[in-house]
């Protein structure tokens, strides 16, 4: 069979020249790349989805449950207890990993004659899922220090009036935070509606955009995931916060049954065990203080995160420290932002290996 390049395809026009979402997944001692929480769930998680997938496999020859009505009241008792607001099913809609749900909500409010702006640098997913969806999405540069700068955002959405505005906080790959007080803004002045990207809230000591809802419910979606706190990267279950009139316009657009029985039932248990496994964050939050103190000392400039990474610098030729990195067993992600590099926050094991990788090369340069 003769080998077809993507050249040869007729592609659509705007997805020619891109690259798919992706990471190293190299088979190193400390892979700390991708942002995943490294603690395993909990033996009482494991038995308990052990004996529910048990229960379960007899009815796998039918359909799941089309809404995860179940789930989706899970989720917003957690919520509810997590960010203070109190909010019911309705104001919840899940999917699989925050990616899917910020894919329905451009199927839903983007597309072709519309305009989605996001603040780079910030997670790369969102041009590809614009591309995916034919909206045209304009990059915003960040500040110097890599925060949003308010006024820049405010000129941005006056001039471009887009459809979609990201917002994501903590960012990624940088870790800080967008107040409150300037997400505000930033929705206030947006013709169409803002999503808050808040995969990582739980590693932040700063309140969620959920609270500023009931005040903008035509206009505000948060959007969450299991992945980070929960130890539940495998388990792909990302969901978003919003009026229930967010939920109705998803659905709309939503594949049948795009949640299986397994996936809704094994975040379910994950809720129920949402104490023991959130446990690790305060651990990992410890950790990450530990890390950026240490760079700090060997001389890196670090981004102050609310994450459970570090964004630092600076670098004359930042692939070739991250090579140096790999090539002392340590992998770490290059981003692609001009003088920075990206690390997960591991188990303490892991971070004294990137630690001590960072002092040898401190010593270096």
Not at 342 to 347: D, E, F, M, N, P
């Amino acid at each position: 069979m003769s080998e077809t390049t993507l050249d040869q395809l007729p592609l659509r026009d705007e997805l020619r020249g891109q690259s798919a979402y992706g990471a190293p997944q190299l088979d190193v001692p400390v892979q700390l790349n991708t942002n995943e929480n490294p603690y395993s769930p909990s033996q009482a998680l494991i038995d308990d989805l052990g004996d529910t997938v048990a229960k379960l496999a007899p009815q796998l020859n039918r359909y799941p449950e089309r809404d995860a009505v179940e789930l989706r009241d899970a989720l917003a008792d957690y919520v509810s207890r997590q960010t203070g607001v109190s909010v019911t099913r309705e104001n919840l809609w899940a999917a699989n990993g925050s990616n899917e749900v910020l894919q329905q909500l451009l199927q839903a409010f983007g597309g072709p004659g519309r305009t989605a702006i996001g603040f780079t640098p910030s997670y790369s997913m969102h041009p590809l899922l614009a591309a995916g969806t034919q909206t045209e999405f304009l990059s915003i540069p960040r500040g110097e220090d890599f925060r949003i700068d308010v006024a820049v955002a405010l000129e941005a959405v006056d001039k471009h009036q887009p459809d979609v505005v990201f917002v994501t906080t903590p960012n990624n790959p940088t870790g800080d935070v967008t107040s409150l007080e300037d997400i505000e803004r930033i929705v206030a002045a947006a013709p169409g509606i803002v999503i808050v990207d808040e995969a990582y809230a739980e590693f932040s000591a700063s309140p969620s955009a959920t609270t500023l809802l009931r005040k903008y419910p035509a206009k505000l979606v948060v959007s969450r995931t299991m992945s980070k706190a929960f130890d539940f990267a495998g388990g792909r279950l990302g969901y978003f916060v919003a009026d229930p009139a967010f939920v109705e316009a998803v659905m709309l657009v939503r594949l049948p049954y795009h949640l299986s029985v397994l996936s809704q039932a094994a975040a379910i248990v994950a809720l129920r065990h949402a104490d023991d496994t959130l446990a690790t964050v305060a651990k990992l939050s410890r950790e990450r203080d530990r890390v950026a103190a240490r760079l700090t000392e060997l001389g890196y400039r670090i981004v102050p995160s609310e994450s459970n990474f570090l964004f630092f610098g600076r670098f004359d030729d930042p692939h070739a420290t991250w090579q140096a990195f790999l090539d002392r067993g340590v992998l770490i992600r290059d981003v692609g932002v001009g003088g920075h590099l990206r690390v997960t926050i591991g188990l303490p094991s892991e971070n004294d290996a990137f630690l001590a990788a960072a002092e040898e090369l401190s010593k270096e340069n």
